[in-house]
């Protein structure tokens, strides 16, 4: 049972694996969800426990801080697109990494870092390293050319990203994210 402003009752004793990470996501949602209404230096560590219905301590067992707690954002978002690098083809790679960063909440945090990088320059320069180099160089795996994966990954994004930053475009479809890659590859001479 749980009272106004309280956590709700769990089981007691020590969670399981699967129970601590479907914590760790709802921590996550709750933060991504209040990030992007106030900003990232507009939200606390008591806003997080609020809004996950958790206890401050149990998101310092997973975060230290508001830039982990975002960069875990990024890092679940990437490792959704990039679930397996090493395997499928590189149209399957590309239509997953425009799938995913095409997606609201990606969108949502690509805004966000945006907005956040002159007051907080290490989480601008953290969110791409573990974003947009990391998709490169998932790219490269598949490519030769270092080049042709950063030219790839460009053209992945590019003005409909841009569009969807501006929030001038919806999400696109499964159909219209693979088109898109697919352009982007046959741009390239990529098959």
Do not use: C, W
């Not at 749980?2 to 479907?22: F, H, I, Y």
């Not at 609201?104 to 947009?132: K, N």
Request: aromatic share 6%; charged share 25%; net charge negative.
């Amino acid at each position: 049972m749980m009272t106004d402003g309280a956590v709700p009752a769990r089981k007691r004793g020590r969670p399981t694996e699967a129970e601590r990470v479907q914590r760790r996501d709802e921590i996550l949602d709750a933060a991504v969800k209040l990030f992007i209404a106030n900003g990232f230096g507009g939200v606390t560590f008591d806003d997080i426990r609020e809004e996950a219905h958790v206890t401050k301590r149990t998101i310092y067992g997973h975060f230290a801080t508001r830039a982990e707690i975002f960069l875990a954002a990024v890092e679940r978002l990437r490792e959704r697109a990039l679930a397996h690098p090493g395997e499928g083809s590189i149209q399957e790679l590309a239509t997953r990494i425009v799938a995913i960063l095409h997606s609201d909440e990606a969108i949502a945090l690509h805004r966000l870092v945006i907005a956040s990088a002159r007051e907080f320059p290490e989480l601008g320069a953290q969110f791409y390293r573990d974003g947009p180099e990391s998709y490169i160089a998932a790219l490269r795996g598949h490519v030769s050319d270092p080049e042709l994966a950063e030219a790839l990954f460009s053209l992945l994004l590019g003005e409909p990203h841009r569009r969807r930053l501006l929030g001038l475009t919806p999400t696109p479809t499964a159909a219209e994210a693979e088109a898109l890659a697919l352009a982007a590859l046959a741009r390239l001479g990529i098959s």
